[in-house]
Each structure stands twice: as structure tokens, then as C-alpha cells.
């Protein structure tokens, strides 16, 4: 068997073990490109009529929430601008609970409570991760399938180069006749598509399978040149001095961000879990994207800031393999390129679903064909 049968061999086998899982992460994650958008025409509940007063502060916010949801874990509270509502959002592993509620900053009423584990995008969201399976099985069925499938693209690749550089205008266009037969379309699809969009769902794949395993992300940042702990940690303390004894030191920390940072798009403070743990506040720099948000942390005692040794730091001390490592999410999902990324993204996901159907028709053409 020469090489080339070998590898069309294994391009074969893999696509029929994976085509499935492919079809339905890639659907998936077509719809999901646009869900921060989509999500936003029906946000008018967020919004609030400003005024010339303080706004609640995080304990009394985690209060109110508390009221709500008492035997649940609240993650953070989320302040942005004046007129914006504060989110407090609950969340648990186990049993999986996730939900947000949102606050007049001004007179503590409640406005809206979401669950972000109804309606469609979330449904969407756990096909694409999980497949609509058990989280332990999903997701190990979902890193395998991509990791498989970036196989598949390189070997495809190979397949596509054409012996003979005369035939390469048949490999990059579509050249059909009224008495081109349907495999030969297919063929075309298959092959044509695969080609121009190879590159690019070579990206979105490798990006997901970051996602999706750690020693992956270690292993691109290290090879990278990154020098510091790839991991997420929360530092400890590092005074006992209480800054008031009047306020709460952590009721004091927003009104402090927000105004070292107007043009900041949102504040996530997340309350520590114990005594020695310090404040935990993820500061969005951008809307819409994430790489560089500034991760800052705070003793709850004097809110001395607190560096850390983590990539997830500042943004302005990240360095080229940091910024690599951060930009991953934005990168996979496209929002790294605005909105014209985010439609780069949506057509090759939906072009990368039609490659496991081309490719079954091609084998099932050729295996099941009809003897003249």
C-alpha cells in the first residue's frame, strides 16, 4: 500500500468514527457565534434610569441575591456603567446550577431573574460541549473527536495536492456541466470546501482542543516562551490591618475601580470563599472580547493590591505567549476579529458541518456502487 492509500485509508476511517460528533460541534457552534447579539436584543431589563446617588454595595447586593436563592453559591457580582442593572450570579457544579439576578443598583429591587441553563443557546452550548451527553462523557467524546479531526484536515490536505499540477484548476474550482453527474458535485463540494477552508477550521479546531485540555494550553504556552504559572489561583492575604471599621473594606473596592477605570465596560468582584482568601475582581476592558481583561486581586483587610504570578494578571504585563494563551476563546469563537471575525467564523463552521455529510456520500458512492 503506498502512502497515499494509507493516508486516504486513515482519512476515511477517522472521518466515519468522528463525522457525527463533527456535524453536530460544528451546528453548534455556528449558532453560538452570534449569541452575545442575539442575546442583546432582548436586554432591556438591564438597563436602569441613573441617579445622582451611591449605588448598593456588593455585600448588600449578595444579600438581596441570597434572598433569592438561599442555599445556592453566589460566583460574583457584576457592576458596569451608571445606568446598567448589578448581576449577581449563582453558580454550582453539583448539583449544576446556574443562574443570574438582576438588581436596581439604586433601590435594591430586583428586575429579572435568568437561567443560563434554559432556552436555546443554552441548549446549543451543551450540544456543542457535551453532545447533549453526561458532562464526564461528553466532553472527553467531544476533545477526542476535534483533536481526531485535526487529524483529518491535515490528511485531507494531503489527499487534495493533486499529482499533476494540469489537474490543480479541478481541485480549486468548480467547473460543473449539465451532464455532471451528482458524485462528481459531491467530489467537488467535498474536496473544493475542504481546501478553502482548511486553514481556517484548522484554527477553530486546535483552539477548541485548548479549551478542552489543559496539558495542551501548557504545552502551547511553554513552547511559546511563557515563563509564568499557566494555572488560575487566588492569592492569599497579606495584611491583618482593616482599612474601616465603619464599612465593610470590600464594599469600599467598586466604587475605588470604577473610578481608576471609567471607560472599563464591567467589574466582576467575586467574595472570598474564606478569611485568608483575597478579593477576586475580573475588570472587562472591551466589550465583547476577553483577552484583555485585567485580573486584579485585593486583601479583604486593607485592599492592598496583590500581584500574581498566574498569566491572569494585568493586561499590560502580559507578554507574547500570555497574550497567545489569553486571546484563545476570542480567537475560536472569532470575536478577536469584530464582527466581520465573528461572520468569518459562523461561515466556517457551517461549511466545516457540510464536510462529514460530503464525505459519507463519497464513501457510501464508492462502496456501494453500482457494478455496470
Not at 468522528?18 to 438591564?46: H, M, P
Not at 467537488?188 to 481556517?200: A, E, P, R
Not at 482593616?242 to 472599563?264: C, G, M
Not at 472580547?289 to 486593607?302: C, E, K
Request: aromatic share 14%; glycine share 6%.
Amino acid at each position: 500500500m503506498t502512502s497515499k492509500k494509507l493516508i486516504f485509508q486513515l482519512h476515511k476511517i477517522l472521518g466515519l468514527a468522528t463525522g457525527i460528533v463533527v456535524f453536530i460541534v460544528a451546528v453548534t457552534g455556528c449558532c453560538w457565534v452570534f449569541q452575545e447579539e442575539i442575546n442583546d436584543l432582548n436586554s432591556d431589563y438591564k438597563k436602569v434610569t441613573p441617579k445622582n446617588q451611591k449605588m448598593i454595595t456588593v455585600s448588600k447586593a449578595k444579600e438581596i441575591a441570597k434572598e433569592i436563592f438561599p442555599n445556592n453559591k453566589v460566583h460574583g457580582t457584576v457592576y458596569k456603567k451608571n445606568d446598567d442593572a448589578i448581576e449577581v450570579i449563582f453558580y454550582d457544579a453539583k448539583p449544576e446550577f446556574y443562574q443570574s439576578i438582576f438588581i436596581n443598583p439604586y433601590s435594591g429591587k430586583v428586575i429579572q431573574v435568568d437561567d443560563h441553563l434554559s432556552g436555546f443557546f443554552a441548549f446549543i452550548l451543551k450540544g456543542h460541549m457535551r453532545l447533549w451527553l453526561p458532562k464526564e462523557i461528553g466532553e472527553q467524546v467531544v476533545g477526542i473527536s476535534i483533536l481526531v479531526f485535526i487529524l483529518i484536515i491535515i490528511s485531507g490536505f494531503i489527499l487534495w495536492i493533486p499529482k499533476k499540477r494540469k489537474n490543480l484548476k479541478q481541485r480549486i474550482k468548480f467547473d460543473w456541466k449539465k451532464t455532471t453527474k451528482w458524485k462528481r458535485k459531491n467530489f467537488d463540494l467535498h474536496t473544493i470546501i475542504g481546501f478553502y477552508i482548511c486553514s481556517f477550521a484548522l484554527v477553530i479546531a486546535f483552539t477548541g482542543s485548548m479549551i478542552s485540555y489543559n496539558w495542551l494550553k501548557y504545552v502551547v504556552y511553554k513552547s511559546t516562551g511563557g515563563e509564568k504559572e499557566v494555572f488560575f489561583e487566588v492569592p492569599k492575604n497579606k495584611d491583618s490591618i482593616v482599612l474601616s471599621k465603619k464599612e465593610k473594606p470590600i464594599d469600599l473596592l467598586i466604587p475605588k475601580l470604577l473610578k481608576e477605570n471609567p471607560n472599563a465596560d464591567a467589574f466582576e468582584l467575586h467574595y472570598p470563599e474564606t478569611k485568608e482568601e483575597s478579593i477576586y475582581v475580573e475588570v472587562s476592558n472591551t466589550k465583547g472580547i476577553y483577552y484583555d481583561s485585567d485580573y486584579r486581586f485585593f486583601d479583604q483587610n486593607s485592599l492592598q493590591e496583590i500581584e500574581t504570578k498566574s498569566i491572569y494578571g494585568k493586561y499590560k504585563n502580559t507578554k507574547v505567549a500570555d497574550k497567545i494563551l489569553r486571546m484563545n476563546y476570542d480567537i475560536h469563537v472569532g470575536a478577536i476579529g469584530g464582527i466581520i471575525g465573528k461572520i468569518i467564523a459562523f461561515i466556517i463552521s457551517f461549511l466545516t458541518a457540510s464536510l462529514p455529510i460530503t464525505g459519507i456520500l463519497l464513501w457510501y458512492g464508492r462502496k456501494y456502487k453500482k457494478k455496470h
